[in-house]
């Protein structure tokens, strides 16, 4: 499009806005922009009569109104305070917790499955690489949806009721909790909740302070090693610093940070945290799932680097976990970034599949509830759709921040 | 030295060849691929006995359960007597009678009975229509085929008059013909009449037309409803529909991302962001709630149509950052070497760019494809019967309630056949399309 037209001789003439290239591309631009703006205006003169038709007008009041019904307990409610006087404005709130902690504990999964199968599928273990090859085609090929109703019908037909936990008269149960800390159930997982004492306030400030201790020896360390050469540990030390204040802190003020264990009273557990099944199932499915996809994205990523690359690694050298650390990871990094953070985003988004198991999530609060009750269809969705953008746009930033960290940084 | 050589018999040398030996059984077949493949570390006969233990914890688990599979009763509450009478109580047995009894549900959803060969014939049709798309040794001339078929599966399944089809497929030649009628006078006036008489042609003349010959002809098969369409064939139909129509639409949409005209290339990023920011769900739940707010009063079209519009433009947003990655990778030399041939936008694209852009993203399409077709399930959650809203319904019916698991696995393998055979043909058309340039 940036060829050389012989500049015109004599005044404009209209075929110019076609023939020249120079005004073509304005032509087009100006057709396009008026055809964009009379299919806009159509739609949203339609809209306004349909709206109208119906005596609604875009109103957003709504979401200051009594919700009028109960979400379960979890931790959107927990955090919000949430019951059923509370505003549909607060029952969105409490949806967009639920996503954001489903989607965060799906990616922290997710990322840990992938990475470690992917290393496993590219093991000389013949078995296990076959075992692994098995697991992503298993679950890239099969829809996520049927993956989330399989493991809550699982989780909630093929779990023990908590009455078979009950010890008999001949000293049997029919089912054991894990540890004696973590029982399945047919009605949710229970497993040991942190019970925050006095001066526990103290103990998470050290532990916060000692992991950025740890993280600025490790800076240390390296800028000592790109400048100098010398090579300090890098990874005991490290996890010296990050834990042992802590633990010594944690006996000189007295314990005071306890675990409460679920126990069994009556017909159901008490104590500790209960982690509904609709949580459970969602959050595994997402991330086996969102897990298969990053394995292969892991793998193709290790490949990418050229093989000269740890050849010459060695021939510097180099143990088999320092050429993984510093030559191949940072370079296979580059690779697995981008197609990884749109595995991210698709897991944020999947994780609206809530609706198949119950999980009150934003689109069964703010997109299902809220929109049924107030019959704000127009409103809920463009919040909804909003929110859901916002949350894929900084998902992206971040990651972009990440990538850029990692970039080759040519000199 | 040399000269005594034949003379001198040393007892250091040896005068006989060596009787040849077998290799130690350490370093042949089976055990030395046992020990080069699963036990060549400490570390790696402990995964391989790991790998052992899951496989076997696997299989123990759905092994008995899977082969003492019951095919033969009438309900859940038989399939428990014939097991408690032949294995006992306590042995695992899959209740695969579910499937044997509603498999026509799980396929054809609630189509009526009678017509069951329409969508098989359709499926049939669909399959020899992609062949040749899918596969170069077929004869070109089957390309025709292929081009009609859809018209012809679209008669089947909907059914109607026949006249519908075949005047919608007419403005395609209409289409045609004004390009080439205008072509004599002016290029531009071609193109915007092969765009421009279609589209007046389907709006106003085509459908009366098709009534008032059917009036005359009435050619015609049963009408069937979409809302009775289910099951597979409704995947299927949501699916195949979709990647048809989003393959084009998408390479569209890389192309005005890709352009240089500010306008033209804002549009695609807002439009292509938009839909991928939001999640599929979030959009079909628009095409069910919303979407009659935007189109003139008094207008309701058919709910599955709605559905196909809708994941045919999230496909394309997806399409085209797959198609847009294409074309970044082609190199620079490439669009400089058509300009300096002399090739027009749309000549250069068609001829140089696309075929290479394209054959770099065939595996991002194909797994956008794949992803279509599984996220087709997603429409249960609007009220449309596919194969897991099926299993709702058969699972509400007294002889099958509380059954799960043998539907769950017969749909996975299902999907995962059609997948899995997708995957495998783009992986086939890759190494098709390697040139010999490395």
Same mark, same amino acid.
């Given at each position: 499009?940036?060829?050389?037209?012989?500049?015109?001789?004599?005044?404009?003439?209209?075929?110019?806005?076609?023939?020249?290239?120079?005004?073509?591309?304005?032509?087009?631009?100006?057709?396009?922009?008026?055809?964009?703006?009379?299919?806009? /205006?159509?739609?949203?003169?339609?809209?306004?009569?349909?709206?109208?038709?119906?005596?609604?007008?875009?109103?957003?009041?709504?979401?200051?109104?009594? +919700?009028?019904?109960?979400?379960?307990?979890?931790?959107?409610?927990?955090?919000?305070?949430?019951?059923?006087?509370?505003?549909?404005?607060?029952?969105?709130?409490?949806?967009?917790?639920?996503?954001?902690?489903?989607?965060?504990?799906?990616?922290?999964?997710?990322?840990?499955?992938?990475?470690?199968?992917?290393?496993?599928?590219?093991?000389?273990?013949?078995?296990?690489?076959?075992?692994?090859?098995?697991?992503?085609?298993? #679950?890239?090929?099969? @829809?996520?949806?049927?993956?989330?109703?399989?493991?809550?019908?699982?989780?909630?037909?093929?779990?023990?009721?908590?009455?078979?936990?009950?010890?008999?008269?001949?000293?049997?149960?029919?089912?054991?909790?894990?540890?004696?800390?973590?029982?399945?159930?047919?009605?949710?997982?229970?497993?040991?909740?942190?019970?925050?004492? $006095?001066?526990?306030?103290?103990?998470?400030?050290?532990?916060?302070?000692?992991?950025?201790?740890?993280?600025?020896?490790?800076?240390?360390?390296?800028?000592?090693?790109?400048?100098?050469?010398?090579?300090?540990?890098?990874?005991?030390?490290?996890?010296?610093?990050? #834990?042992?204040?802590?633990?010594?802190?944690?006996?000189?003020?007295?314990?005071?940070?306890?675990?409460?264990?679920?126990?069994?009273?009556?017909?159901?557990?008490?104590?500790?945290?209960?982690?509904?099944?609709?949580?459970?199932?969602?959050?595994?499915?997402?991330?086996?799932?969102?897990?298969?996809?990053?394995?292969?994205?892991?793998?193709?990523?290790?490949?990418?680097?050229?093989?000269?690359?740890?050849?010459? $690694?060695?021939?510097?050298?180099?143990?088999?976990?320092?050429?993984?650390?510093?030559?191949?990871?940072?370079?296979?990094?580059?690779?697995?970034?981008? @197609?990884?953070?749109?595995?991210?985003?698709?897991?944020?988004?999947?994780?609206?599949?809530?609706?198949?198991?119950?999980?009150?999530?934003?689109?069964?609060?703010? *997109?299902?509830?809220?929109?049924?009750?107030?019959?704000?269809?127009?409103?809920?969705?463009?919040?909804?759709?909003?929110?859901?953008?916002?949350?894929?746009?900084?998902?992206?930033?971040?990651?972009?921040?990440?990538?850029?960290?990692?970039?080759?940084?040519?000199? | 030295?040399?000269?005594?050589?034949?003379? !001198?018999?040393? $007892?250091?040398?040896?005068?006989?060849? &060596?009787?040849?030996?077998?290799?130690?059984?350490?370093?042949?077949?089976?055990?030395?691929?046992?020990?080069?493949?699963?036990?060549?570390?400490?570390?790696?006969?402990?995964?391989?006995?790991?790998?052992?233990?899951?496989?076997?914890?696997?299989?123990?688990?759905?092994?008995?359960?899977?082969?003492?599979?019951? /095919?033969?009763?009438?309900?859940?509450?038989?399939?428990?007597?014939?097991?408690?009478?032949?294995?006992?109580?306590?042995?695992?047995?899959?209740?695969?009678?579910?499937?044997?009894?509603?498999?026509?549900?799980?396929?054809?959803?609630?189509?009526?009975?009678?017509?069951?060969?329409?969508?098989?014939?359709?499926?049939?049709?669909? &399959?020899?229509?992609?062949?040749?798309?899918?596969?170069?040794?077929?004869?070109?001339?089957?390309?025709?085929?292929?081009?009609?078929?859809?018209?012809?599966?679209?008669?089947?399944? /909907?059914?109607?008059?026949?006249?519908?089809?075949?005047?919608?497929?007419?403005?395609?030649?209409?289409?045609?013909?004004?390009?080439?009628?205008?072509?004599?006078?002016?290029?531009?006036?071609?193109?915007?009449?092969?765009?421009?008489?279609?589209?007046?042609?389907?709006?106003?003349?085509?459908?009366?037309? +098709?009534?008032?010959?059917?009036?005359?002809?009435?050619?015609?098969?049963?009408?069937?409803?979409?809302?009775?369409? *289910?099951?597979?064939?409704?995947?299927?139909?949501?699916?195949?529909?979709?990647?048809?129509?989003? &393959?084009?639409?998408?390479?569209?949409?890389?192309?005005?991302?890709?352009?240089?005209?500010?306008?033209?290339?804002?549009? $695609?990023?807002?439009?292509?962001?938009?839909?991928?920011?939001?999640?599929?769900?979030?959009?079909?739940?628009?095409?069910?709630?919303?979407?009659?707010?935007?189109?003139?009063?008094?207008?309701?079209?058919?709910?599955?149509?709605?559905?196909?519009?809708?994941?045919?433009? #999230?496909?394309?947003?997806?399409?085209?950052?797959?198609?847009?990655?294409?074309?970044?990778?082609?190199?620079?030399?490439?669009?400089?070497?058509?300009?300096?041939?002399?090739?027009?936008?749309?000549?250069?694209?068609?001829?140089?760019?696309?075929?290479?852009?394209?054959?770099?993203?065939?595996?991002?399409?194909?797994?956008? #494809?794949?992803?279509?077709?599984?996220?087709?399930?997603?429409? !249960?959650?609007?009220?449309?019967?596919?194969?897991?809203?099926?299993?709702?319904?058969?699972?509400?019916?007294?002889?099958?309630?509380?059954?799960?698991?043998?539907?769950?696995?017969?749909?996975?393998?299902?999907?995962?056949?059609?997948?899995?055979?997708?995957?495998?043909?783009?992986?086939?058309?890759?190494?098709?399309?390697?040139?010999?340039?490395?």
């Amino acid at each position: 499009m940036t060829s050389i037209t012989d500049s015109p001789k004599g005044g404009f003439h209209p075929r110019q806005l076609i023939y020249d290239t120079r005004y073509r591309s304005l032509t087009i631009q100006v057709v396009t922009f008026v055809l964009v703006v009379v299919a806009i /205006w159509q739609l949203g003169s339609n809209l306004m009569v349909n709206l109208a038709n119906l005596g609604q007008e875009p109103n957003f009041s709504f979401l200051n109104q009594r +919700a009028g019904y109960d979400i379960g307990s979890g931790f959107g409610t927990a955090v919000t305070g949430y019951t059923s006087a509370s505003s549909h404005l607060t029952a969105a709130y409490v949806g967009i917790l639920n996503t954001l902690l489903v989607a965060f504990m799906g990616i922290v999964l997710a990322t840990i499955i992938g990475v470690l199968a992917g290393v496993l599928r590219l093991s000389k273990n013949w078995l296990v690489s076959r075992l692994m090859a098995v697991y992503v085609e298993g #679950f890239r090929n099969v @829809p996520l949806l049927l993956w989330i109703v399989l493991i809550y019908a699982v989780m909630t037909e093929a779990t023990p009721t908590p009455r078979d936990f009950r010890v008999d008269d001949a000293g049997v149960a029919q089912a054991y909790m894990v540890f004696d800390a973590v029982a399945i159930t047919n009605r949710g997982v229970y497993i040991p909740g942190p019970v925050w004492g $006095a001066n526990s306030g103290i103990l998470v400030a050290i532990f916060v302070l000692s992991l950025i201790g740890a993280f600025a020896y490790r800076r240390y360390a390296k800028k000592l090693l790109f400048d100098t050469g010398r090579l300090l540990p890098l990874v005991w030390p490290a996890i010296a610093i990050a #834990f042992v204040p802590v633990i010594l802190f944690y006996f000189l003020l007295g314990r005071p940070v306890g675990l409460d264990y679920p126990e069994l009273g009556g017909f159901n557990f008490s104590g500790g945290l209960q982690i509904s099944n609709p949580l459970v199932a969602l959050w595994l499915a997402l991330s086996l799932y969102t897990g298969a996809f990053i394995t292969e994205i892991v793998r193709a990523g290790i490949l990418s680097v050229a093989k000269g690359q740890s050849e010459a $690694a060695e021939a510097l050298g180099m143990r088999a976990n320092r050429t993984m650390s510093l030559i191949i990871l940072p370079q296979a990094m580059r690779v697995i970034i981008p @197609p990884l953070t749109s595995q991210y985003l698709n897991l944020t988004k999947n994780s609206s599949l809530a609706i198949a198991v119950g999980y009150a999530d934003v689109r069964a609060t703010l *997109g299902g509830i809220s929109l049924n009750q107030t019959g704000r269809a127009l409103e809920c969705m463009l919040l909804l759709g909003l929110f859901y953008l916002a949350l894929s746009l900084v998902i992206s930033f971040v990651m972009n921040v990440f990538d850029n960290s990692m970039k080759l940084k040519e000199r | 030295m040399s000269d005594t050589d034949s003379e !001198v018999t040393n $007892a250091y040398f040896r005068e006989a060849m &060596l009787e040849q030996q077998a290799p130690p059984v350490t370093e042949t077949g089976a055990v030395k691929w046992l020990r080069e493949n699963l036990f060549p570390t400490w570390l790696n006969a402990i995964m391989t006995v790991v790998a052992l233990y899951v496989i076997w914890f696997i299989l123990s688990h759905i092994g008995p359960w899977f082969l003492n599979g019951i /095919w033969d009763a009438g309900s859940l509450s038989e399939c428990r007597a014939i097991r408690d009478e032949t294995m006992g109580p306590d042995a695992s047995a899959a209740c695969f009678a579910v499937i044997a009894d509603r498999w026509e549900q799980l396929t054809f959803g609630f189509y009526p009975r009678s017509a069951y060969w329409r969508p098989t014939l359709a499926f049939v049709i669909m &399959l020899a229509g992609l062949a040749p798309v899918l596969f170069g040794s077929i004869p070109r001339g089957w390309l025709t085929f292929s081009a009609v078929s859809p018209f012809i599966i679209f008669f089947l399944l /909907w059914g109607g008059s026949i006249w519908v089809p075949v005047f919608i497929a007419m403005g395609f030649v209409l289409g045609a013909v004004a390009a080439r009628l205008l072509g004599g006078v002016n290029q531009i006036a071609a193109v915007a009449g092969a765009i421009v008489v279609p589209i007046l042609y389907w709006a106003f003349v085509a459908i009366p037309l +098709a009534e008032v010959v059917h009036d005359l002809i009435p050619i015609g098969i049963r009408a069937i409803p979409s809302s009775d369409f *289910g099951g597979f064939m409704l995947s299927v139909v949501i699916g195949m529909a979709a990647i048809i129509l989003s &393959l084009p639409l998408g390479i569209v949409l890389a192309l005005a991302r890709a352009s240089d005209l500010f306008l033209v290339n804002k549009l $695609a990023i807002t439009f292509i962001e938009i839909i991928r920011g939001v999640p599929l769900i979030v959009w079909l739940f628009t095409a069910s709630l919303l979407l009659n707010y935007f189109l003139p009063p008094g207008t309701n079209f058919d709910l599955t149509l709605r559905v196909i519009i809708m994941v045919t433009l #999230f496909s394309a947003a997806y399409i085209a950052e797959v198609v847009r990655g294409g074309l970044a990778a082609v190199p620079k030399g490439q669009y400089e070497g058509a300009d300096s041939l002399g090739l027009d936008y749309w000549q250069s694209m068609r001829l140089i760019v696309l075929p290479q852009a394209l054959k770099i993203s065939i595996p991002g399409i194909v797994n956008t #494809f794949i992803g279509l077709f599984k996220d087709t399930t997603l429409v !249960v959650f609007i009220g449309l019967l596919d194969p897991l809203g099926l299993t709702n319904s058969i699972r509400a019916s007294t002889d099958w309630n509380g059954i799960y698991w043998e539907l769950y696995v017969f749909i996975g393998l299902m999907f995962f056949i059609a997948c899995y055979a997708m995957g495998r043909y783009s992986m086939y058309l890759e190494r098709k399309l390697q040139r010999e340039n490395r």
